[in-house]
Every structure is written in C-alpha cells, then in structure tokens.
T-cell receptor, first 113, second 115 residues
Framework: KNQVEQSPQSLIILEGKNCTLQ??????????LRWYKQDTGRGPVSLTI?????NTKSNGRYTATLDADTKQSSLHITASQLSDSASYIC????????????FGTGTLLAVQP | IAGITQAPTSQILAAGRRMTLRCTQD?????MYWYRQDLGLGLRLIHY???????GKGEVPDGYSVSRANTDDFPLTLASAVPSQTSVYFC??????????????FGAGSRLTVL
C-alpha cells in the first residue's frame, strides 16, 4: 500500500533553534518528493521538489534531503523564526507520466519566543 | 497578485442543501484540482481537470461534481450536502496535469460545515 508517514506529529522549539522533520514513504514507482508549508487558515505553499537523482535541495533556511534507497526524506529548518510556525507536509508523487500525489498528515511546528 | 481565489471563505450549510464552491485562477494553468483536508488525514483529491472541457475523478469523488467551462474557473458542487462533507476544501492548479515536477499552487481554502 502506498503510504507517506511523517514524524513527529508536532514539535515545539525555541526561536533561533534548528529542527529536523522526517518523512518516510512506501510508494512505487517513485517520481518526486515535495515539501509544503501550510500556515494556519491558509493553503499549502511549495518549499522544495526533489526527483530521484537529487539528494538535497535548499530554499533559504529550509534544506530538504532525500534518500531514495531507504525511502526517507527530511526537512531541516535552520535558525528558526516565529514565522516558521506552521504545518509542514510531505508529498510523494508516483505513477510515471501522469503523477498521482500522496499527502502526509503533516508535522505541526510551533516556534516560541 | 497572481494566484487562486476561492469563495466562500467559510459556510455553514444544512444537510440536504446544494452548495457550490467557487475557484478562479489567473495563472493560465491548464490543470486544476479540488482537495479536501480533514483532521488527521492528508489532503485527498476529489476531482481534477486536465484542460477546459475535461474532468476526472480523484480518490474521493462521491457526492461531488465539477465542471470546467473555461481555463480559469473550476467550481465544485455538492448536490445534496451530508455531514461527512464537513471539511476544508482547497482548490489548486498546475501548469500541466501532475507529470514531472509541476508545482501545485493552492488557494486559501473554503471551510464548509454541514449540520
């Protein structure tokens, strides 16, 4: 069964600290993996997209990694800011030419002053 | 600002009533989608459209219908709302149907409560 699992479910960190969010997937055939940020009451916004051949991609203070062999991805946030408080959703695309998407349930991050 | 506009932002609806959620994009994207987001579940695809005039069923299409009369608009209709359709609904678009690394752009969502 195609699945995307994220951990932890929720996380509280202090402003300025780093954190890492995890995403494990069992999807075949794999096409790409995406991370989205969803602020409360808003729609998800794309952070990164990684294909099979990419093992790291950065977007400002966000760095995503992908290990296609172990089917794991992580999102590392450096020097967190209050505005990083949001849900972070891992999405895996599969199926070849016309991708289907599986959305994880997200990690809810709270950054406290 | 280019993007997706959804309306209404929120709505309380009596069971059995008909409801249409509106979605308009100004990015000239060919593909559009409707998702629902429920607590504890990942976003699930309801319906999609590859281009104006064509639509397809997603993962959870029952009780919903869509139309795509032109490139910009993609309304979602609940013919007879039921309480299990209480959810937050997101419209999204991408330049082409989800092949390759097309980026999905989402609207702000429509919160629907069916009593």
């Amino acid at each position: 069964k195609n699945q995307v699992e994220q951990s932890p479910q929720s996380l509280i960190i202090l402003e300025g600290k780093n954190c890492t969010l995890q995403c494990n997937y069992t999807v075949s055939p794999f096409s790409n993996l995406r991370w989205y940020k969803q602020d409360t009451g808003r729609g998800p916004v794309s952070l990164t997209i990684m294909t099979f051949s990419e093992n790291t991609k950065s977007n400002g203070r966000y760095t995503a990694t992908l290990d296609a062999d172990t089917k794991q991805s992580s999102l590392h946030i450096t020097a967190s800011q209050l505005s990083d408080s949001a849900s972070y959703i891992c999405v895996v695309a599969y199926g070849g030419a016309t991708n289907k998407l599986i959305f994880g349930t997200g990690t809810l991050l709270a950054v406290q002053p | 600002i280019a993007g997706i506009t959804q309306a209404p932002t929120s709505q309380i609806l009596a069971a059995g009533r008909r409801m249409t959620l509106r979605c308009t994009q100004d990015m000239r994207h060919n593909a559009m989608y409707w998702y629902r987001q429920d607590l504890g579940l990942g976003l699930r695809l309801i319906h999609y459209s590859n281009t104006a005039g064509t639509t397809g069923k997603g993962e959870v299409p029952d009780g919903y219908s869509v139309s795509r009369a032109n490139t910009d608009d993609f309304p979602l209709t609940l013919a007879s709302a039921v309480p299990s359709q209480t959810s937050v609904y997101f419209c999204a678009s991408s330049p082409r149907l989800m092949g390759g690394a097309n980026v999905l752009t989402f609207g702000a969502g429509s919160r629907l409560t069916v009593l």
